[in-house]
């Protein structure tokens, strides 16, 4: 079974810092997805950004962009130019590339990261 | 709008009663999914559907059952709600092409067994 660790149950950044959230999985599987979603205190959750694992180029959307090393199983996320509304929880998330049963399907999550945007 | 709803937001109710919780997406996802948020806020998957009929289990085992009767519906039921079920469940869905693996989420029950 795959697993998902965030080492750091909270981070604080200045507003227009940079900060870097870390991820590390454990997987026997060559072929993956691998997802930062946030969820604010609003409750929903919804998606940072996504990293193919057969992918070597990082994933970056705007802001937010990743630091993907597939032989060290690591996936973190940098977030620069933080802003007040970057507040929230973030989970990394991993997901098997196979399309079967058993549980494969569903995301495996860490227990993730409180991030506080410092005015 | 596509999008995912549930219903209720926020449910408070005695030990014994059956409860069952919505979950809506208009967007023609076949993939559905329930998620147990406790309070230390991990996540686990306790059922997902691959479409009508379809129902399995998760990697966390759960008292509640779910049923898909139709694409778009995939309530989550409790027979006998017990202070233990409180937690928040969060419901999602995902379409099959390969070049989304995306999961769309709900804002969530928020479930207090008292």
């Known amino acids: 079974a795959q697993t998902v660790t965030q080492s750091q149950p909270e981070m604080s950044v200045q507003e227009a810092e940079t900060v870097t959230l870390s991820c590390t999985y454990d997987?026997?599987?060559?072929?993956?997805?691998l997802f930062w979603y946030k969820q604010p205190p609003s409750r929903q959750m919804i998606l940072v950004i996504r990293?193919?694992?057969?992918?070597?180029q990082n994933a970056t959307e705007n802001r937010f962009s990743v630091n993907f090393q597939k032989a060290a199983k690591s996936f973190s996320l940098k977030i620069s130019d933080s802003q007040l509304g970057d507040a929230a929880m973030y989970f990394c998330?991993?997901?098997?590339?196979?399309?079967?049963?058993?549980?494969?399907?569903?995301?495996?999550f860490g227990k993730g990261t409180h991030l506080i945007i410092q005015p | 709008e596509a999008d995912i709803y549930q219903t209720p937001r926020y449910l408070v109710i005695g030990t014994g009663k059956k409860i069952t919780l919505e979950c809506s997406q208009t967007?023609?996802?076949?993939?559905m999914y329930w998620y147990q948020q406790d309070p230390g806020m991990e996540l686990h998957l306790i059922h997902y559907?691959?479409?009508?009929?379809?129902?399995e289990k998760g990697d966390l085992s759960s008292e509640s059952t779910v049923s898909r009767i139709r694409t778009e519906h995939f309530p989550l039921t409790l027979e006998s709600a017990r202070p233990s079920h409180t937690s928040q469940y969060l419901c999602?869905?995902?379409?099959?092409?390969?070049?989304?693996?995306?999961?769309?989420f709900g804002p969530g029950t928020r479930l207090t067994v008292t």
């Open positions: 999602a869905s995902s379409d099959w092409t390969m070049s989304s693996y995306e999961q769309y």
């Open positions: 997987t026997s599987e060559s072929d993956y997805y």
């Open positions: 990293q193919e694992a057969y992918k070597q």
């Open positions: 998330a991993y997901r098997s590339a196979l399309a079967s049963g058993g549980g494969a399907d569903g995301l495996t």
């Open positions: 967007m023609g996802h076949d993939k």
């Open positions: 559907s691959y479409g009508v009929n379809s129902t």
